[in-house]
C-alpha cells in the first residue's frame, strides 16, 4: 500500500511541477505562438502524471462498491492527456522556424479557407477521446417495451453494442501508433532542424530538447504505447517508473534549456525561479523521505506516535538546509546563469573588449556579427553616420543597399533624441507612416540610436529573432546598455579614423611637396649674356604656381610663370601637367604663341570648366639679345631698362583652358645689358598686409628700379622677397608667391657670367 502511496505521490509532484514550469512559460510571454505551444504542451504531459496519480489512487483507496467504477471513469477520461503528442509534434513544426507545410490550408475555395495543420493534427486525438468516451458509457442491454415491431430492435441494438465493444478494443490497441507516429515525426524535425542551425546557442537548444524529448518520448512509449500494441501487462511500478523518467526528462529538458541557453527568451527572474523551485523541490522530496523512514523507525523502536518528533526534524532541516541551501544557490548561479555562452554575458563581455577596439570596421564587425549570433535574429545592421554618409555592416540578413544607406542618412536623424530605443510596432514620433514603413521594408522591427553626447553617430538595426520571438524589455535594457558602450568606441575610432586620415594626407603633402620642389628647378641652365634666378612659397603644402627654364635645342632657352586657379594638391598636379606639356615641346615647337595654343587645347580638353591657368613664355637669345613672349592672361611682367624705362610684357591672348582653339598673339623685344625682367604671380602683387593694403606691382617696380646696378638676379629675388615680407609684418601670404628675375648682364662680366650660377630657392 505504502508502494502506491509514493508513486502517487511523486506522479502529484512532477505533475504539480510541470504545470508550475508550463505557466511560467506562458505567463513570460502569453502573446507568442512558441511559449503558448511549450505551455499547452506541458500542461497535456502534467495531465498525464496527475490523471495517473488519480487512477492509482483510486484503485487503492476507493471502497468495494467503487473500486470498479472509478478506475474505468478516470481512464476514460485521462486519454484527454493524449493530446501532449501532436502539441508536440505542433512544437516541433514551428521551432526554432515555422515549416512551410504548417502554412497551407486543409481545403481552400473561393468563398471559403478552412486552415489545416493544426486542424489535422489534433483531428484524430479529438475523435479518440469523444469514441473512446462515447463507446466506454454506451449500455448495450437496451431494454424497449416488447410491443409490436419493437420486440425486434433489441436484438439489433443488443448486436450493435458488441460490435462497437470490438471496435473500441481494437481502436485502444491501434490508437497507440498514431501517438508513436507523432513521436517519431517529432524526434525527426527536432534532429533535422538541429544539423541545418549554424548558430551555437540556437544549436545547443535544439540539441538539449531532442535528446530530452526523445528520451521522454521512448518513456513514455515503453509505458502505454508499445504494451497497448503488443498487450503486454506491465507492473504499476515499472509502468509508473517510466512515467516518472519520461515526465522527468521531457520538461527537464525544456527547463534546464530556458535556465542553461535562455530557450524563449525567458527573462532573468523567472529562470532563477525555475532554477530554485526545481531544487527546492528535490530538497523538499530528499526531506520527506528521510524524515517519513525516520518517523518510521522510531515510532517502531519507542511505540510513541510519529507526528511527536516531526517538529523537531523541522527545526532541524531549517538549521542544516540553510548553509547548504545559500552554498547550492551560489553553485548554481555560477554553472547555469553565469553561463559563458549566454547572451547576456556574451553581450556584457563584448561592451569590455570594444573598450580596446579602435579599428571602425573591426569595432562594427564585430559588434554585429555578436549581436546577431547571440540573440538569433534574422535581421542585424549597424549602421554609422559619417561626414562622407552612412556606412553599414550586417551580421544577418541581406547587406543595406547604397540605396537604403541614403535613405537612412536621412531618416535616422529624425529619431527623438531622447528616447533610447524605437519598437517599429509602436508608433514612432518624427517620422511618418511611409518612412515608418520604409524602416519595416529593411526587415528592421527595433532600432537602438547610437549617440555621443546628444548627437547622433549612428543606430542598431535589429529584426525578429529566428523563433520568431520578439525583444522582451529585458533585451531592449541590455541593448540599450551596450549601444552606449558602442556609441563611446565607435566615437573613439572615428576621432583615430580621422587623425589616420590626416596623418596619411600630411604625409601625401609632404611627399606631393618634395616631389614639386624637385621638379623646380633648384639650379639654372646658363643663359648667354644672361642670368636668371626664381623662387617660389605655396600658401599651403604644395601650390599651383610654376617656373621653369627649359633649353629650346638651338641654343635659345624658354623660360616661364604660370598660375592655376585654386590651391593645394588639385592645383599642383595641373601645374605639373602644364610643366610636361611645356618641356615636351620645347625642342620641337620654336614659337611660345604656338606652345600656349597647344597647351590651351590639352587643357582645354582634360580639365573641368572651373580649372584654368594664367601662364607667360617666352624665348630668350641671349646671343643675340633678343626676348619673343606670350602671355596668356598672367600678370604683365615688367621689363626694367637700365636707362629707368619701364615696359610691360601683355601681347597674348586668354586665359588657358577656357576656350577651345584660342589664337595668341606673339611680341618681341630687343635686350640691353644691364636690363631687368621681373615675372611674377598675383601673389606678389595682392599680398595684403595687417591694414589691407595690397603690395602692388608699383612697389615691386620701384624696389628692382632703386636697387645698385650690376646687382646679381638672385639678390634681386631675394631683396624683393625680404621687402615682401616685412610689408606683410610677419601675416602669412593667402596665395602663392613666385618670381623670376632675368638679368642682362654687362659686356666685361659676360664670360665671367657663363659660368655655372647658383642654386634657386624654393621657399616655403
Known sequence: MSSFLLLSTLN?????????????????????????TVAMMLFFGGLGAVFAALAFMAAHGAGAAGAQRAPGMLEDISYVWELFFPTLFLFASIFPEERPFTRRPLWRTQRFRLPGFVWLIFAPHVFHFVFVYAASTWKPGLALPKLGPLQYITPVFDVFGVLLRVFLLVHRALFSLVNLGFGLATMALLFGSYRRARVPRLRQQLRVIAIGL?????????????????????????RSGLTIAALTLGPGSIA???????????????????????VSAALVGVYL???????????????VDARVFEPVFLIMALALFQPAVARLEEILDRTFLKDPADYRNVLRRLGHELQTTIDLDALLQRTIRTLADAMLLRTAHVVVLTPEGAVARSGAGEPLSAAALERLAVLLPKLPPPATSFRLSDRVERLAPAEQAELGALGVTLVVPLRW?????????????????????????????????????????LLLRDRVAVARFEQELNLARQIQRTSLLSEFPALPRCEVHALSIPSKHVGGDFYDVVEAGDGSHLVAIADVSGKGVPAALLSSMLQAALRTQAATVSSPAAILRGINTLLYRSTAIHQFATFFLARVEGDRLRLSFSNAGH???????????????????????????????EDQVTLAPGDVVVLYTDGVTEATNGSGEQFGEERVCQLVGSLARGLPARAVAERVLAALHQFLDGAEPQDDVTLLVLRVTEPVADQALRAPVGEAVVAG
Open 12 to 36: 502529484l509532484s512532477l505533475g504539480g511541477l510541470v504545470f508550475l514550469l508550463g505557466f511560467i512559460i506562458l505567463r513570460e510571454n502569453p502573446g507568442q505562438r512558441l511559449n503558448r
Open 214 to 238: 526523445s528520451a521522454s518520448l521512448v518513456c513514455y512509449s515503453l509505458a502505454t504505447s508499445i504494451p497497448t500494441l503488443l498487450s503486454l501487462r506491465l507492473s504499476e511500478n515499472l
Open 256 to 278: 534546464y534549456s530556458i535556465v542553461r541557453y535562455k530557450f524563449l527568451d525567458t527573462r532573468f527572474l523567472a529562470r532563477r525561479g525555475i532554477l530554485y523551485a526545481l
Open 289 to 303: 523521505a528521510v524524515v517519513s523512514r525516520l518517523n518510521h523507525l522510531l515510532s517502531t523502536a519507542t511505540g
Open 453 to 493: 553626447r546628444d548627437d547622433l553617430v549612428g543606430a542598431l538595426l535589429l529584426g525578429d529573432k529566428v523563433t520568431r520571438t520578439t525583444h522582451t524589455s529585458e533585451d531592449v535594457a541590455l541593448l540599450t546598455s551596450l549601444a552606449g558602450q558602442v556609441s563611446v568606441s565607435l566615437q573613439n575610432a
Open 635 to 665: 600678370n604683365w611682367p615688367v621689363l626694367l631698362r637700365a636707362g629707368g624705362e619701364r615696359r610691360h610684357l601683355e601681347r597674348g591672348g586668354l586665359i588657358l583652358g577656357i576656350v577651345e582653339g584660342t589664337e595668341f598673339e
